[in-house]
């Protein structure tokens, strides 16, 4: 028996301040921390792989979340040593389908955290535990809080081998450092883990956006301004002409030396006339705001050509604290005819800044207003509802980051496996941070169909859904168009290397695919006569196995597999092998 505690989750602010100086066409940036004072010496690096590289750096932006860590290269292998960063305890012990597949999470002794994600194996102490659990829970997914006293560490201890586990594109070594007790995420970078980084960010383009007082939409208008330069230094040739509102964004990327790939730069900051405007610093964040990276760049780009342009003006909704030295959340009113210089100034971790100048001609005739389709609007700050005698829609607050013009569309139901209309909940570039609930009524649903109904979008994605007084109700997390559909089709098992009668006496696993048409996966059970065995699986590559221990003999055995869906459609599998 294993004595296990919970964690509750806090939520904390940090202050950012920056001093910059500048010597002709170079700029040197200095880090200080308000309130925030990280140990240097404190931890090692978590591999010994010299010099280290990273495939991903802390803060990049990824599809719906920024990355809350650094990647740390392996050499396109699994296998490295995985090394505890100072004292602690493992206060966190993850097994997931995909997530972090594998991860183990050590608290120590000054207020923090560290997390190494998508581990092959697990030391033996702590496999022993982990594999322990799952036998006593009967499940291959765990997210268990051992008690301090347990699983002790020394700094520099080998706690695990690094692999690429879970939702992991290729073999790599996940590594986070958390403040403990609000459990927001911060820079590896500053506590000392060291990248050798001596190149500047690049910056590929400059927008300028329209906005002229209404909410950015995919409607709103943009103009690219062309710049050029390098190594640091960028600019745009001639001023630009805009009149009324605007808001300016950037795509940019930085390189470390050595072995690097396209990450993400640490700060950007936006001056006008030399008065700064706009901060935004990835030091830290909230687990619970990082969907907010849909706000700080071009969302409808972004799902159209995965460009990702970081804006330089913050929407009244957008929770994020990477925000600092805002005037008018970064929206510039160029009305008075005059030319304006504006400079931005993006660093890196180890501080290595790129400049971009330009001017803006500003008009002063009044701009030009964008015509926005009639709708419905939705304040940002307050629970928005729509229905009509087929649908209902909640959006509590906290969903939308600007005002919304809302609108919907229905269509008639698509033919097949449907018992509804289709409706259209306003369209998908506009994002959402938090679900909304979504009941859909239904249309000549059998009464013994009733508990297989969910809400699918479209493109077939399901979005779950029980059955309430007529209607299924579900909660989707983007807006998009919906209808009923009812899943009975079980899952399919797709034996890989086992057949029945035999012999495996020579192979260390079992190995199955697995999938589901609709509804998804919900559960997968193994038993070696009549008794449960672990199963493990990967969603990536939909593979499920068992690896052979001790619990089976030498001899002739029965195994049968049970997977079911979230729909409770079950598919058994039974053969008999020997060993």
């Known amino acids: 028996m294993y004595i296990i505690k919970a964690i509750k989750n806090k939520s904390i602010s940090a202050a950012l301040i920056f001093t910059f100086s500048t010597s002709g066409s170079s700029v040197y940036a200095q880090q200080i921390f308000s309130n925030n004072k990280y140990p240097l010496t404190y931890f090692r690096q978590p591999l010994d792989i010299v010099p280290p590289a990273l495939a991903g750096s802390f803060g990049e932006i990824r599809g719906n979340h920024f990355h809350s860590g650094i990647d740390f290269r392996t050499n396109q292998r699994e296998g490295y040593p ?3 960063v100072a004292d602690g305890y493992v206060s966190r012990l993850r097994v997931q389908n995909s997530g972090f597949g594998q991860a183990i999470y050590i608290n120590h002794p000054n207020g923090f955290t560290s997390v190494y994600g998508h581990v092959q194996r697990f030391a033996p102490k702590i496999a022993s535990i982990v594999k322990n659990l799952e036998y006593e829970k009967k499940s291959f997914e765990l997210d268990e809080f051992p008690d301090q006293m347990l699983i002790p560490v020394r700094k520099g201890e080998v706690i695990a081998w690094s692999g690429n586990r879970g939702s992991s594109g290729g073999p790599h070594l ?3 450092i958390r403040d403990s007790k609000t459990e927001e995420t911060i820079n590896p970078q500053f506590f000392g883990i060291d990248i050798p980084d001596n190149i500047p960010p690049v910056i590929y383009s400059l927008y300028a956006y329209k906005l002229n007082g209404k909410p950015f939409s995919e409607a709103t208008a943009k103009q690219a301004i062309a710049i050029s330069g390098s190594n ?3 600019k745009a040739a001639a001023p630009v002409s805009l009149t009324g509102e605007i808001g300016f964004g950037v795509v940019t990327t930085d390189r470390h030396n050595g072995l690097s790939g396209l990450n993400g730069v640490y700060s950007i900051q936006l001056e006008l006339d030399g008065k ?9 964040f909230a687990f619970e705001d990082s969907k907010a990276i849909n706000s700080h760049i071009d969302y409808p780009v972004f799902l159209n050509t995965k460009r990702s342009i970081q804006k330089s003006f913050v929407e009244p909704g957008n929770p994020l604290t990477i925000y600092s ?5 970064g929206k510039i009113n160029f009305v008075d005819g005059e030319i304006h210089q504006l400079r931005y100034i993006i660093t890196d971790s180890k501080g290595n800044a790129s400049t971009l100048a330009f001017s803006v001609q500003a008009g002063s005739a009044a701009a030009i207003v964008t015509t926005i389709p009639s709708g419905i609007v939705f304040g940002f700050n307050k629970i928005n509802e729509f ?13 939308l980051y600007s005002d919304l013009n809302f609108i919907y569309k229905k269509t008639p139901k698509p033919s097949g496996n449907a018992f509804s209309n289709i409706h259209q909940i306003h369209n998908r570039y506009t994002p959402l941070h938090t679900g909304f609930e979504l009941s859909i009524k ?3 649903l059998p009464a013994d169909l009733r508990e297989k109904a969910l809400i699918i979008s479209t493109g077939g994605s399901s979005q779950g859904g029980t059955f309430v007084n007529g209607f299924i109700k579900a909660n989707p997390k983007t807006f998009g168009s919906f209808y009923i559909a009812v899943d009975t089709i079980a899952p399919r098992i797709f034996p890989t290397n086992i057949s029945e009668g035999k012999n495996m006496a020579g192979l260390s696993k079992i190995l199955f695919k ?4 609709l509804s998804g996966l919900k559960s997968f059970n193994g038993y070696i006569d009549g008794k449960w065995v672990l199963m493990e699986f990967d969603a990536k590559t939909a593979t499920l196995w068992h690896s052979f221990d001790d619990r089976t003999t030498a001899g002739k055995h029965t195994l049968e597999l049970v997977v079911d869906d979230v729909k409770n459609n079950i598919k058994r599998y039974s053969v008999s092998f020997f060993r």
């Open 82 to 84: 995985v090394y505890a």
């Open 174 to 176: 996940h590594f986070e």
């Open 232 to 234: 640091g230094v960028y």
């Open 276 to 284: 700064m405007i706009y901060t935004s610093a990835l030091e830290r």
């Open 325 to 329: 030295n805002l005037i008018n959340s």
């Open 387 to 399: 229905s009509n005698d087929e649908i209902k829609a909640v959006f509590p607050i906290g969903t």
């Open 442 to 444: 239904a249309d000549n």
């Open 514 to 517: 697995i999938s589901d048409n």
